[in-house]
């Protein structure tokens, strides 16, 4: 059976010289959206990497209109925006702004990504998660760039999908591997498989697993040069002395969380920050802010565009346990206690778990979460914070530019075959 490589070392460097009269690299990338910020908040950070490396790619990334308009990008990345959806009760897509029916909003999107891929003809197109799209929207761009033969197509994943199960149910279809295995050049697993191997976990066909590399953990402190100096704009109204800071993503079902930590008891000389997010709803909003106004040591914010110069400054951290969240503690190597989500979907648990096994964070389960149990955790002692750049791989963002630079070179040389192919089919007598 193939297994999936963890990135050789390569002389990556020859795909990256172009010639002078031919167009820089193009690279689209897309976010599906419906819910937080985990989507495009990862490809913006990989989208900087590339930006720095030696291909500077033009870089158009696909997303949500509120998710693009809130984080910045880096320099030399557009964004083209998408009518946001979202999922209703009982699992399907819905529009979440426009009143239109769930067929016209999807619809719609498929034909604005298809106009993107169309006009800016990318070298490279990045997809975040599902391989053809939400409910299908990708497919036309898909065969679009198959049938032009000129585009690389990856596929990337965050390290947990879901439980095994659930993911042989939503994600591992026939549809989504046959697409994987027809339409994709490779497959890029951002985590450690000593951590959480995905391949063997979800039991992947060996036709995706032929096609797979794990890149590492992204690290998130190259973020903090990517704000460009107004890092410290983002920290107005911070406490100057230590603080615990609580972050729960998105915030659509964060509210527990918030309002635990709001009456939670902080340690001597210790402020709180907690931090809503965009989603919380109006009502849960009201009430942690109640709860604020009456402690003089907690600091409430209803959003950030991008947490991690808090993270960075925190003393400890208490979080729900989304992919960059985690990612932004084992970078900054702080103490943390995640409270995952486990309900309905169980990826922050899982990936909580595998955390907490290998010494990394604490995990404290939503059925437990209590004042009380925030307030015995910020009284422990806990020593040291533990080198977690030590024992997880967080290389991604210095191996994706040579990967990407493999299968663009692989580009050139498929292109340039055929085309002397084709010299030499009209040379004949």
């Known amino acids: 059976m193939p297994t999936a490589s963890i990135v050789p070392r390569s002389e990556w460097q020859r795909a990256v010289r172009r010639p002078v009269l031919q167009r820089s690299w193009r690279v689209a990338m897309y976010s599906q959206g419906m819910v937080g910020f985990g989507h495009i908040r990862r490809n913006a950070s ?31 990345v557009d964004c083209v925006t998408l009518p946001s959806i979202r999922r209703d009760a009982d699992g399907g897509l819905d529009s979440r702004i426009l009143e239109v029916s769930h067929r016209d909003v999807v619809a719609l999107r498929a034909s604005v990504i298809r106009s993107v891929i169309n006009a800016f003809d990318p070298d490279l197109f990045l997809v975040d998660q599902w391989p053809l799209g939400a409910a299908g929207e990708l497919v036309p761009a898909l065969w679009q760039m198959r049938r032009r033969g000129r585009t690389r197509c990856v596929l990337g994943l965050r390290d947990v999908l879901y439980d095994r199960d659930t993911t042989r149910r939503l994600w591992s279809t026939p549809e989504n591997l046959e697409a994987i295995r027809d339409w994709y050049d490779a497959v890029w697993i951002y985590g450690d498989p000593d951590i959480y191997d995905a391949v063997h976990e979800y039991e992947l066909p060996d036709a995706v697993v032929a096609k797979t590399s794990y ?12 704000l460009r100096g107004s890092a410290d704009a983002r920290l107005e109204g911070i406490p100057d002395g230590r603080f615990v800071l609580c972050a729960v993503g998105g915030g659509h079902d964060g509210a527990a969380l918030v309002e635990a930590f709001a009456r939670a008891e902080l340690p001597p000389g210790m402020a709180g920050v907690v931090v809503n997010g965009p989603l919380m709803g109006a009502s849960d909003r009201r009430r942690a802010r109640r709860i604020a106004q009456q402690r003089p040591d907690l600091t409430l914010l209803d959003f950030v565009e991008d947490t991690t ?11 729900m346990g989304g992919y960059n969240t985690v990612c932004e503690v084992l970078s900054f190597e702080k103490h ?12 922050q648990w899982v990936r909580a778990e595998r955390m907490r096994a290998a010494g990394l964070l604490h995990v404290l389960h939503p059925n437990r979460l209590t004042a009380h149990a925030l307030s015995e955790w910020l009284a422990r002692d806990l020593g040291a914070p533990p080198h977690a750049r030590r024992a997880v791989d ?25 085309a002397r192919l084709a010299a030499a089919a009209g040379a004949r007598p």
Do not use: F, H, N
């Open 394 to 418: 967080m290389g991604a963002l210095r191996r994706l530019p040579q990967l990407a630079a493999e299968l663009l070179q692989r580009r050139r040389t498929a292109t340039a075959l055929k």
């Open 46 to 76: 990989i989208a900087q990497a590339l930006r720095r490396s030696e291909l500077r790619p033009a870089i158009a990334m696909i997303a949500e209109a509120w998710q693009a308009g809130a984080l910045p990008l880096p320099e030399g």
């Open 309 to 319: 110069p808090l993270v960075a400054r925190a003393d400890r951290v208490i979080a």
């Open 336 to 347: 943390a206690l995640i409270v995952p989500r486990v309900q309905p979907e169980p990826e």
């Open 215 to 226: 890149t590492g953990y992204i690290d998130q402190r190259p973020r903090l040069d990517s």
